[in-house]
């Protein structure tokens, strides 16, 4: 998966819009897009959606409320019943409160006649100054986690800070650092490194410019808040045909090479790691 746009839960037509969009994954939001007087009506319209969505169309998650609520479980409740795809766990602090979500799943899945770990989980894991410390304990938590994404908005709010860029429109040092951790956080969990928002979302260059550079650095995927974004982040998170080509041209030199560990393509001199990367970028380009 490439692209997971956020949709409000109580809003039937971004509902459609979403549905429509291409984006690989909806993410049905029960958390800050939904009103605190709206929460009920949110979950129920979170629940006859994943009952009526199309099995090809996207896979459908839904955002719960964050755990320091009272709200969670409820959200839980609502829709779990009706197979989503996932669960996006928002504010969470350390592994540990996806053990407090999965553990919840467990019983919800069985009261439904589900396998156990059927409900996926992901996060977001910088939305707090603690979380922050954090991002290296995700490995191995839970066999439901597939995805770490990190947040900007909520860290700044919590941060009390101004603005979270500079004047030049980048992210400033404590969310450079939250990225960063981030990708590293998913990479040693052996789970996909999902790239934050882009929340301008008229400014396509800068859009593109962020997505490519997430790409560079290693994300495979990136979330997006309107669906005028899907297709510019489906399309940079595409492997093209060039970067294909090379991939299986590295791949045939340590083929004919032999039992390697180094070779030289093209006065390039390449070694396994380079091996590795373009092996993974050949297998996401085939899930894709």
Known sequence: MRSFLFVPADSDKKLTKGAGSGADALILDLEDSVALSNKEAARKNAADYLKSADPKGPK???????????????DLKAV???????????????????????????NLEAEAGFEKDTTKIFCVATETAASMFNLGTYGGITPRLFALTWGAED??????????????????????????????????????PLDSIWKDFRDEAGLEREARAAARDGF?????????????????????????????????????????????????????????????????AAVN
């Open 80 to 106: 779990v019943a009706h197979k989503p795809y996932a669960i996006l766990v928002p504010k969470t602090i350390s592994g540990e409160c996806l053990r407090v979500v999965s553990d919840k799943l467990v």
């Open 155 to 192: 860290l700044a709010a919590a941060l009390g800070a101004r603005d979270n860029k500079d004047e030049a429109g980048n992210y400033t040092a404590p969310y450079q650092l939250a990225r960063t951790l981030t990708l590293l956080g998913a990479v040693a969990a052996g789970v996909t």
């Open 220 to 284: 495979t995927a990136k979330m997006a808040i309107h669906p005028a974004q899907v297709e510019i982040i489906n399309r940079v998170f595409t492997p093209s045909d060039e970067d294909l080509a090379h991939a299986r041209m590295v791949i045939d030199a340590f083929d004919k090479a032999g039992d390697v560990g180094v070779v030289n393509l093209d006065g390039v001199m390449l070694d396994i790691p380079h091996l590795k990367q373009a092996r993974a970028l050949i297998a996401r």
């Open 60 to 74: 459908i998650c839904v955002r719960m409320n964050a755990l320091d609520t009272p709200l969670w479980l409820d």
